[in-house]
C-alpha cells in the first residue's frame, strides 16, 4: 500500500472510530514560535522596550566615539589590516 493510501486510510479510520490523529511536530513548534514572537513584541512594544530606547543614544554615542578616527575600534582594525 502506498504512503498516499495508507495515510488516507488512517484518517478515515481515526474519524469513524472518532480517534485522536497525533499533531504533527511543526503545528507544535509553530504555536510555540507565535507565542514566542508575541512575548518579544509585548516586551518591546511595553514598559521593557520603553527602558531600553532611553538607554539607545548612550550606547549609540559609545559606539560613534570607538569608531572615530584614533577610536579603539578604529586603530584595532587598522592594526589588524597592517598586518596583511
Do not use: C, I, Y
Not at 7 to 20: C, E, L
Not at 67 to 80: K, M
Request: no cysteine.
Amino acid at each position: 500500500m502506498s504512503n498516499l493510501r495508507r495515510h488516507a486510510h488512517r484518517d478515515r479510520h481515526a474519524r469513524q472510530n472518532r480517534v485522536a490523529l497525533p499533531v504533527p511536530e511543526r503545528v507544535v513548534h509553530r504555536g510555540r514560535e507565535q507565542r514566542e514572537a508575541k512575548d518579544v513584541l509585548t516586551k518591546a512594544f511595553g514598559e521593557d522596550g520603553a527602558q531600553k530606547r532611553e538607554k539607545l543614544p548612550a550606547l549609540q554615542s559609545a559606539f560613534q566615539h570607538e569608531w572615530e578616527e584614533g577610536g579603539t575600534a578604529w586603530r584595532d582594525v587598522h592594526a589588524f589590516l597592517d598586518t596583511l
